[in-house]
C-alpha cells in the first residue's frame, strides 16, 4: 500500500535550518508530483511547496520563497523540503503529500490540498525566538 513518511523536524532556533524527508513506498514516485503542506498552531492548513513528477517544476508560498527549497530524488522515492532562515512562524506540522492524479499540472492542481490523495503522518517544527 501507499505509505509517506516524514522525518526530520525538530525544535530549533530562529535563524537556523532543518531538512525535511518524506520516504514514499508503494507506488511508482517519479510519476506522481509531490507537495509539502504545514498546520501552524490554531491554524488551518496551508500549502508550501510543490514539485513536479521529474522536478521540471515547482511552485513555493510566498512566506517561504527564497529560504526553503523542495526537491526530489526519484531513484531514492523521497522528497526533501531544505527548510533555512526559520521563523518562529514556521512552527507547524509539516505532511507530504502525494497528488492524486499523475497527469496533473499546473499551480491550480499543485498547490489545493484537495488534489492530494495520500498523506504522511507530520513531523513537527517549532521554531524559537
Known amino acids: 500500500q501507499v505509505q509517506l513518511v516524514e522525518s526530520g523536524g525538530g525544535l530549533v532556533q530562529a535563524g537556523s535550518s532543518l531538512r525535511l524527508s518524506c520516504t514514499t513506498s508503494?507506488?511508482?514516485?517519479?510519476?506522481?508530483?509531490m507537495g509539502w503542506f504545514r498546520r501552524p498552531p490554531r491554524a488551518e492548513q496551508e500549502f508550501v511547496a510543490a514539485?513536479?513528477?521529474?522536478?521540471?517544476?515547482?511552485y513555493y508560498a510566498d512566506s517561504v520563497k527564497g529560504r526553503f527549497t523542495i526537491l526530489r530524488d526519484n531513484a531514492k522515492n523521497t522528497v526533501y523540503l531544505e527548510m533555512t532562515s526559520l521563523r518562529p512562524e514556521d512552527t507547524a506540522v509539516y505532511y507530504c503529500?502525494?497528488?492524486?492524479?499523475?497527469?496533473?499540472?499546473?499551480?491550480?492542481?499543485?498547490?489545493?490540498?484537495?488534489?492530494?490523495?495520500?498523506w504522511g503522518q507530520g513531523t513537527q517544527v517549532t521554531v524559537s525566538t
Open positions: 508503494g507506488y511508482t514516485f517519479s510519476a506522481y508530483a
Open positions: 514539485i513536479s513528477h521529474i522536478g521540471g517544476t515547482i
Open positions: 503529500a502525494r497528488l492524486s492524479n499523475a497527469r496533473y499540472s499546473g499551480r491550480y492542481y499543485l498547490q489545493n490540498r484537495d488534489k492530494y490523495d495520500y
